[in-house]
């Protein structure tokens, strides 16, 4: 089957920088995406990685390793809209293109 | 109105009732998705369509009735619910299946 895990929740400070990682075991791999949802609100993309590195895109960056299975999201210079949670999501092969989310990071920015 | 709407935006049905949940897409996208999302649970596929046609069912009890009558509506017709059904109801698109997903609002549903 497949297993994605990342963190329950993280609590940082306004101005902070965040970390969250997520590990998947996956037959095979399509790609890697990260989705920001914010309390009873619907899922929005943020990032989208199929190749090993570093994607930046303004103060939010996501980098992968397809040979560790690993991949993790930076978030920099931290505000309390930030405050949400942070899906992880992989397409493997397996599955087609269907997209497998792991259980969300809670993220909560504290002043 | 642009992106992903998805009406109800809350919904509570008793166990005996029939109801539907509605989905329209106006970016031009191929592919359709819902997804079932439960306190402390991972998202989790329900149904795919590509091309209007169903591409996945996702071991869905037959108590949830999906229908996609063309690339840009999505439905999910309800029947004979059990409270453990309640949930948000998540619609998605995206131009071809593996892509970005843009998701709807969601339907908050609450089955008594």
């Known amino acids: 089957g497949q297993n994605i895990d990342q963190p329950t929740e993280m609590t940082a400070t306004e101005g902070a920088i965040v970390q969250i990682n997520c590990t998947y075991q996956?037959?095979?791999?399509?790609?890697l995406f990260w989705y920001q949802q914010h309390a009873g609100e619907a899922p929005t993309f943020l990032s989208y990685n199929v190749l090993d590195g570093l994607e930046e895109k303004g103060r939010f960056s996501s980098f992968l390793s397809r040979s560790k299975g690993y991949s993790y999201l930076l978030l920099k210079e931290l505000q309390m809209k930030d405050s949400a949670s942070y899906l992880c999501?992989?397409?493997?092969?397996?599955?087609?293109?269907?997209?497998?989310f792991g259980g969300g990071t809670r993220v909560l920015v504290k002043p | 109105e642009t992106g992903v709407t998805q009406t109800p935006r809350h919904l509570v049905m008793g166990m005996t009732n029939k109801k539907s949940l509605k989905c329209e897409q106006h970016l031009g996208h191929n592919a359709m998705y819902w997804y079932k999302q439960s306190a402390k649970k991972p998202l989790e596929l329900m149904f795919v369509y590509s091309l209007e046609e169903r591409v996945e069912n996702n071991s869905v009890p037959s108590r949830f009735s999906p229908e996609c009558p063309n690339s840009s509506h999505l439905f999910l017709h309800l029947h004979t619910l059990q409270p453990e059904d309640s949930a948000l109801y998540l619609c998605?698109?995206?131009?071809?299946?593996?892509?970005?997903?843009?998701f709807g609002p969601g339907t908050r549903l609450t089955v008594l």
């Open positions: 999501a992989v397409t493997p092969k397996a599955a087609g293109n269907k997209l497998t």
């Open positions: 998605a698109s995206s131009q071809e299946e593996g892509q970005e997903q843009f």
């Open positions: 996956t037959s095979g791999f399509n790609g």
